[in-house]
């Protein structure tokens, strides 16, 4: 018997049951939509993360204070001033562009008849252009202002909704006290978010205001603490360059001479992308592995349907065989309805596996979420698998059954 008979026997065998064959898909279609779903889901986040770390700048380092590795040293020497001016020449770093400084504290802000607690950045003029991060209204801090640590202040989005209840208000001109100080609000950054904390809940002073007004950073050999150094460096092909002449500048200045005594730590956006990618993946992976219990239920499913037909219509197998048909023909025609269970049932999952792309990326419109092709193969190749693997023994089955007490079945 060839296949096309195969296939038209096994399409009127399922078509007879309609109700039951519905149902014994339906455990594959939730499976498959889950399974694309999360894979598409979990891309759209990786995508995600990714432009929010382009937007920060892929050729910008990050050297901050950090606690060593190694039990044998235990002190950590802050970054200074002087540290970041060296930074800044090109005999230090080649390819070195500029570099930017900021200095943090939480401090009380009030203002618009509100008080709120926020992250305080001392920063220099030349921050918001190493970091990408532009003005929504008003002016940032001019070199001037940060030589002569004026009071003036550059609001996030997030401080601005606090105080004054609205985003949108505009708070140039006006007056607020960080702690207990006061100072002229200049400017309002534009929206800047965050991958795991909003950046838009700051307030951003003068550098030299921050560490001499609102602290004392000052340290013995005549320069000022910072948090965190910005080195913007010529392109993304020098950054494993210019982190290897950080590191080696600052474990010189740092008077460090074992490896994991560094008191200092050098990331770049692309680190930490891979970091979060890569935790990203494990999570999709493991909702995946979920997600596919779905498919063991559905594929559970389809074995017991299977077996049930084969009971149902052993008076038929009987009588085909009887007629000469060969085991072989019987094998292929349960198998064949396995695998058309499955696949179907793998089709309708990648069409709600697509609604649920769609209505993910109504409830987040920042994501990108899309049907890739790779996924949808995927799922079509589980969905026949599914229908092979569990369909192969009430096949089998059917096909050991001997025509004599098959005609006797009752």
Known sequence: MDFTETLRIAVDSLLINRLRS?????????GVGAVIGLVSLGRAVEDFIAREFES??????EVRSARPSSPTRIRIQPLTTLEAAALAKPSIISAVRQVANSYSLFGQVAGGGERTSVQINGVSSNYALVRAWPVEKGDFISPEQEESAARVAVLGLDVVEALYADRRFDPIGQTIRINQRTFTVIGVMSQRGGTFISEDNVVLVPLKTAQTRLDNAR???GGYRVTTIYVEVSSEEAIQQATTDITAYLSEAHGI??????????TSP?????????????????LVLIASISLLVGGIGIMNIMLVSVTERTREIGLRKALGAQARDILAQFLVESVMLSLLGGLLGIGVGWL???????????LTITLSLDAVILATTISTMVGVFFGYYPAQRAARLRPIEALRFE
């Open 219 to 221: 340290t013995a050999d």
């Open 356 to 366: 649920a792309a769609q209505f993910g990326m109504l409830l987040v419109p920042d």
């Open 56 to 61: 920060l700048g892929a050729n910008v380092l």
């Open 22 to 30: 519905a149902l014994t898909t339906l455990g594959i279609i939730i």
């Open 270 to 286: 692309s680190d930490i992308l891979g970091i979060i990618n890569q935790v990203s993946s494990v999570l999709t992976v493991f």
């Open 257 to 266: 001479v074992f490896d994991g005594e560094q008191d200092f730590s050098v």
